[in-house]
């Protein structure tokens, strides 16, 4: 009995607690953290183990060869070891199967600091077109490489052309004499005139007897009678010493002769359409001026400014030769060089004989005092006047002149040509294709007058192309 009543006590005891408790309100919540989670950690990697690249031959550049026949192509191929280039490592070289006219330079070569090997492929001059042939690069313990090779047609540039206006100038030296020609005779009219001692004089009162003879039979009476002395008085007339003048006139002959075997020319040669320069071709080569030359002076004479017909050969054959060497066909010039003479005797030789003169009846005047002739013949054969005898001389003097003139007309009447062939060197000087320049060019022939021939040879036979 007891035993329950103390059971009951403790229930009571409990249940008094829990409403004591509830009087007193409700307790707040109190907030509670979550576990901590440690970091996650990557699961741990075994070391990897370095790749190791096994050794390899790598060809470089493509791995096909073209060569023409007398050309050649490089071959090359790089050794590689765990991907680094090897040094010194032989390479063999061969050819796979038949090689025909085909060769290598090296077949053993060894590789150099950035691992290459290279041989050159070459063909052979008579090599025919054809392949593939196949050529093998190897070294021991690689898979070895080949390239496969095919020799084609050799490919020829495109052929250079000719076409327009090269303007040239030339350089004539002569050899040979001119007996027996017009030229000859001119010589000999000109050494007439002072090849006698008693000259100029003697031959201005041959001249003077001459023109009295064909007016006056009186005066030429008189002047038969003292004709000896008359020499004489002539040269005292002079305006120099009589040997001077002698020398002056010989020294002009001589000067027309070394004129003559020494002269250059300016012409055009032209290709009036485009021509493929590694072909014949055909041209007209003009003579546009004269160059005479007297010592350290040139002077240049254009022959259509002076109304000369310049001298033209049409049609003329150009041949190619090796590179761009060309052979110039014999071709004829016909040159007026009577005319020619004139002006360069006229324009050049006579002024410096005798300044302010410009042809040889000028130089004859200049040196011969005509009225003093006059009055000493007038004198001497007592019959006419001072002025009249006067005349006469200039008479004589203008006859003189007139020799020269028609010896220098004789030249032409018989015809002069330069019969040349050629050979030089074309240039295209701007690498356009086209020719514009001949140079170290170098004539031979021969030059004309009637049937004397003098020879046209020697390295001073010139002829190169001037800027126009």
């Keep these: 009995m007891k035993t329950k009543r103390n059971l009951t006590t403790v229930i009571l005891s409990g249940l008094i607690a829990v409403f004591i408790a509830g009087c007193a309100g409700e307790a707040p919540d109190v907030p509670v953290n979550p576990p901590v989670q440690p970091p996650t950690q990557p699961p741990t990697q075994p070391p990897t183990q370095p790749t190791v690249a096994p ?9 096909t060869a073209t060569v023409a026949a007398g050309q050649q192509v490089q071959l090359r191929v790089q050794y590689t070891n765990n991907n680094l280039p090897q040094a010194g490592q032989a390479i063999t070289f061969r050819f796979v199967g038949n090689s025909d006219q085909l060769s290598l330079q090296s077949y053993t070569v060894p590789t150099d600091g ?53 303007v040239v100038e030339s350089s004539f030296q ?25 000259d100029p004089g003697k031959y201005i009162v041959e001249k003077l007897t001459a023109k009295v003879k064909s007016d006056n039979a009186i005066l030429h009476g008189a002047l038969w009678v003292v004709k000896s ?30 004129m003559l075997r020494n002269f250059r020319t300016r012409s055009r040669i032209e290709s009036l359409a485009p021509q493929p320069a590694n072909a014949a071709m055909t041209v007209d080569h003009t003579l546009d001026s004269i160059i005479w030359l007297h010592g350290s002076w040139a002077k240049t004479y254009n022959l259509q400014q002076l109304g000369i017909v ?45 300044p302010g003169a410009t042809n040889f009846q000028q130089f004859l005047a200049a040196n011969v005092n005509c009225q003093m002739v006059g009055n000493s013949i007038a004198q001497l054969a007592g019959l006419g006047s001072g002025s009249t005898w006067a005349t006469y001389c200039d008479l004589a ?3 003189a002149a007139k020799v020269v003139d028609d010896k220098l007309d004789d030249i032409d009447s018989a015809g002069a040509k330069l019969d040349i062939s050629g050979q030089g060197t074309l240039v295209d000087t701007n690498s356009d294709g086209t020719y514009e320049a001949i140079q170290n060019g170098l004539w031979s022939g021969s030059f004309t007058i009637n049937s004397a021939t003098a020879v046209i040879s020697g390295t001073q036979s010139q002829f190169s192309s001037i800027a126009h």
């Design 55 to 63: 050794p390899r031959l790598t060809i470089v550049g493509p791995p």
């Design 229 to 258: 002395a008359l020499a004489d008085e002539v040269n005292k007339a002079l305006g120099t010493s009589p040997n001077s003048m002698r020398q002056k006139i010989l020294d002009l002959s001589q000067q027309i002769t070394m």
């Design 114 to 166: 950035q691992g290459i090997a290279a041989t050159v492929l070459m063909a052979g001059p008579q090599a025919a077109t054809g392949g593939p042939y196949t050529i093998e690069a190897a070294v021991s313990g690689v898979a070895p490489v080949q390239w496969q090779a095919m020799v084609e047609a050799v490919r020829q540039p495109p052929a250079k052309t000719l076409s327009g206006t090269l």
């Design 174 to 198: 002569l050899t040979g004499n001119f007996t027996g020609s017009s030229f000859a005779s001119l010589l000999n009219a000109i050494k007439d005139m002072g090849d006698d001692p008693q």
């Design 310 to 354: 310049p001298p033209k050969a049409t049609g003329v054959e150009v041949t190619p030769l090796n590179g761009s060497g060309v052979s110039i066909e014999q071709h004829t010039l016909d040159l007026p060089m009577g005319q020619l003479l004139k002006l360069g005797i006229n324009g050049m030789l006579i002024p410096k004989l005798q």
């Design 397 to 399: 003097v203008a006859a």
